[in-house]
């Protein structure tokens, strides 16, 4: 890991310079059989700062956002989230995910329930949410995203940019302090991508801590308090969207860059 | 065909009669026609030799039906109709409990075999390698003999405070019958008692639906099956003795080497359900598994995102997507069960094959014997099929 070398991060935004750190990482190893996914992240993230992952594929950006709600275990370091171990207490584990809120590439909406039944599911048997209070939750969601009239159809007869929007709703549902998006566009047709963009922005400006693996620059550049390009499991460089896109300092972010842009 | 034919253009004269798809069509079904001619002339004019009809089966059997149950036949008096429908019977209750056995069995096995606990996944496969790969036949004859020679003789049967026996003579338990009760009522009382328990299972049904509703409400638990369950319960016991105690319980005894009284389960009976039991449930449990499997991984990811718990994702998420895929290849394994359940035959269960043989070597009028055979295991096939196809019409509702 080349530490020393990365800028540290300069918080663009009052808030954030006085926020607190929501999620810390130290010294996260994991392994897939032989293949080392994640090598020593030291990685930390202050409330509502919005970071954006970047990164060849295989770097281990999915990975590293996977184990923060424990989707994958980590096999050596330390996560803790809102102050919260991760490890084998199984309330810790239940208290983060009601914490951290994820947004799948492939949307992974639950195919025979309705848009409604979808939002609704975790409140009413998670947090035992009465079911006229979930569903007022649920259809003010809908409005936040956008599209209120398709509550009562299924995820198959929606397009990709409402199934993902849907999903969006769903993990917000849950009222999470964190979201992590693991390349919430990378499926969607090119039309599609603003309308799901545009939820995350709006996500973004209403104080949301969010942690997005993307390839969307100008999302990146726009939105983002600080960039952190992943390679080989290891954080190459990280900083400001200034500091990434007009002066970055390692040779394999440049190259990445170069090929992206 | 002609009206196939019309659509398109007459081919020009020229082409010869062979070539011509009308002619073909005419050709082939021609064939066809003339084949099944000759073999419905033949089958007639062989059944018209054997003298074909099922007056045979009004005569008196004349023969006894063992493994009986809930109902008394002699086979002195009764038609040979009467004791094939006793056989039937007894095939039909097999049957019934060996698909309700597996699916049961099944479903934990399949689930098992997808455990992260490596001991728990490892005994389910292996049970499934075992009983999948074994012959049926092999199954229910092993089953049988370590019944009949495993289990105590009679003589030294194991007896548990009287009123549960096991010998090779098959298992005894206690029975409910009919009873005039303190006041001397009549028998049909207990008639008046099953109406009534008939009434407070609506009535807890009831309450189970209006108190789930409440909890879907409120978010609150409401206890809906605790409170369904106390308020039958209750009222089974309270209108039970207001009505003198109808039913009283029939204790099995031993009369020198039989059980008499009480309900007793026959060795033939409980090898034939358990071996249909084991061999189907190793399939059932390969096709839970499979439907699981089939599912996109995320599904469980999401689950596991929203925060469920492993059966809440089991039971919310991951199964009722699994049925669609389950539920028509467990048909066929329900299907299976039945046709297998012919195997009765080699241990001695007196099933509808068994009967049927029985009087046919009594008999004769084999053709007629197997006519009766076969469309009675299509009907059960049919009844089972629909029952399934209901089911799988409620799964299949919603488009994904």
């Keep these: ?261 | 065909m002609a009206v196939a034919a019309g659509s398109a253009p007459p081919p020009p004269s020229n082409v010869p009669l062979l070539y011509r798809r009308g002619v073909r069509r005419l050709l082939t079904q021609g064939i066809y026609v003339a084949i099944t001619a000759v073999v419905i002339g033949y089958i007639y004019t062989s059944l018209d030799l054997r003298e074909f009809g099922f007056g045979f089966l009004d005569e008196p059997a004349a023969f006894k039906v063992g493994n009986q149950w809930l109902v008394d036949v002699d086979g002195v008096t009764n038609s040979r109709l009467t004791m094939y429908l006793v056989g039937v019977w007894s095939s039909l209750r097999a049957v019934m409990v060996a698909i309700a056995l597996s699916t049961v069995l099944g479903v934990l096995i399949g689930v098992a075999r997808l455990s992260s606990n490596w001991l728990v996944a490892q005994m389910a496969m292996l049970y499934v390698e075992i009983f999948r790969n074994t012959p049926l036949l092999v199954q229910v004859v092993l089953v049988y003999t370590v019944l009949l020679v495993g289990a105590p003789l009679i003589e030294n049967v194991f007896n548990v405070g009287d009123f549960f026996f096991v010998s090779n003579r098959g298992m005894a338990i206690p029975w409910p019958v009919p009873d005039s009760g303190f006041w001397g009522a009549p028998e049909w009382f207990v008639w008046v008692w099953v109406a009534v328990l008939l009434l407070f299972a609506a009535a807890a049904q009831r309450v189970r639906a209006n108190r789930q509703e409440l909890e879907r409400d409120t978010g609150q638990p409401h206890y809906a099956n605790r409170w369904a369950l106390a308020l039958f319960a209750v009222g089974a016991l309270v209108s039970f003795f207001a009505l003198g105690a109808p039913v009283s319980m029939d204790l099995p005894m031993i009369v020198g080497t039989h059980y008499i009284e009480g309900m007793v389960m026959e060795p033939e009976f409980t090898a034939l359900v358990a071996g249909l039991t084991l061999y189907t449930s190793a399939f059932i449990a390969e096709i839970v598994r499979g439907g699981i499997q089939a599912l996109p991984k995320g599904q469980s990811e999401a689950a596991n995102a929203v925060g469920l718990s492993g059966y809440q994702r089991l039971t919310l998420v991951i199964l009722p997507q699994a049925l669609r895929q389950i539920i028509p290849s467990v048909t066929n394994q329900y299907l299976n069960i039945n046709k297998n359940s012919s195997l009765a035959y080699a241990v001695l269960y007196d099933d509808l094959f068994r009967v049927a043989n029985i009087v046919q070597n009594k008999a004769g009028h084999a053709l007629e014997m197997f006519f009766v055979i076969i469309v009675t295991y299509m009907l059960i096939s049919f009844a089972i099929s629909m029952v399934m196809n209901f089911f799988n019409a409620r799964v299949t509702a919603q488009r994904i």
């Design chain 1, 1 to 261: 890991m080349s530490s020393e070398t990365t800028t540290p991060a300069p918080a663009v935004r009052e808030e954030i310079a006085q926020a607190d750190d929501i999620i810390i990482t130290e010294n996260v190893d994991k392994w897939f059989g032989d293949f080392q996914a994640l090598d020593d992240i030291s990685l930390n993230v202050r409330e509502h700062e919005i970071v954006v992952v970047l990164g060849p594929s295989g770097s281990g950006k999915s990975t590293f956002i996977r184990c923060l709600n424990r989707l994958e275990e980590h096999d050596a370091g330390k996560i803790v989230i809102d102050g919260i171990e991760m490890n084998d207490d199984v309330r810790n584990l239940n208290a983060i995910r009601s914490e951290v809120g994820m947004v799948f590439q492939q949307f992974n909406l639950f195919p025979h329930l309705s848009v409604m039944n979808n939002i609704t599911l975790g409140p009413r048997k998670v947090r035992r949410m009465p079911k006229l209070d979930a569903d007022a939750l649920a259809t003010q969601l809908l409005e936040r995203v956008g599209i209120p009239e398709q509550a009562d159809k299924y995820p198959a007869q929606l397009s990709g940019g409402q199934q993902q929007r849907v999903a969006i709703a769903r993990a917000l549902a849950m009222q999470p302090k964190i979201m992590l998006f693991d390349e919430p566009t990378s499926a969607l047709d090119p039309e599609m991508i603003k309308e799901v963009l545009d939820v995350m922005q709006e996500l973004a400006r209403s104080g949301m801590t969010m942690i997005v693996v993307t390839h969307e620059m100008g999302f990146a550049r726009e939105v983002a308090d600080r960039l952190v390009f992943f390679d080989e499991g290891n954080v190459v460089e990280q900083g400001t969207p200034q500091h990434f896109f007009e002066n970055p300092q390692e040779e394999r972010t440049k190259l990445f860059l170069s090929q992206i842009l």
